[in-house]
């Protein structure tokens, strides 16, 4: 594994672009019995004082119960020429499709979690905090509808960065 630890305070990159644009995966299980899903949402932070990321996962996908199982998961980001496999990660379920045979990614055990052995950055992350998001607690209805009017609510998980991994 040509992966280096690094502290967050040596991380560049623009999360935004990271997050929003070139997509994520978000893996939670062991190697025995784990999924993963291609997310564009969440957030990096400091919470209840230690570095944080929160991401959402609706309730129907398959992912959503291995989050609920398992306190540690990984977010692996990846350079350009893997957008194709994380359009696969998206759209198709792990119900159905084995994703890292379908895509060539290799899954690989870092700390104790699931990663895969492409990506440029592993964050490892514990679940400190989930709660459902809430039709109620939108405070524009037009949010809601766009987002929620035909498919499930997310749950949101806080996770507590762990470790941050580079490829060397």
């Not at 440029?120 to 607690?137: G, L, N, P, T």
């Not at 499930?152 to 762990?162: A, D, F, R």
């Amino acid at each position: 594994m040509n992966f280096v630890k690094k502290e967050m305070a040596a991380l560049a990159g623009n999360p935004f672009t990271q997050i929003g644009d070139d997509w994520y995966l978000i893996t939670a299980g062991t190697m025995e019995d784990y999924n993963t899903m291609t997310a564009s949402w969440g957030f990096m932070g400091v919470m209840w004082g230690a570095p944080s990321f929160v991401c959402a996962v609706r309730t129907n996908r398959h992912t959503f119960s291995y989050m609920e199982q398992n306190d540690v998961y990984t977010l692996c980001f990846f350079e350009k020429e893997y957008r194709s496999a994380l359009q696969f990660c998206g759209t198709k379920s792990g119900r159905e499709y084995d994703k890292a045979k379908e895509t060539g990614l290799t899954p690989i055990e870092i700390d104790g979690a699931v990663a895969f052995a492409e990506a440029s950055r592993i964050i490892v992350c514990r679940k400190r905090y989930a709660e459902m998001m809430k039709q109620e607690a939108f405070t524009e209805q037009a949010t809601y509808d766009r987002w929620y009017c035909t498919d499930p609510l997310h749950k949101q998980y806080i996770g507590e960065i762990l470790a941050v991994y580079e490829k060397a």
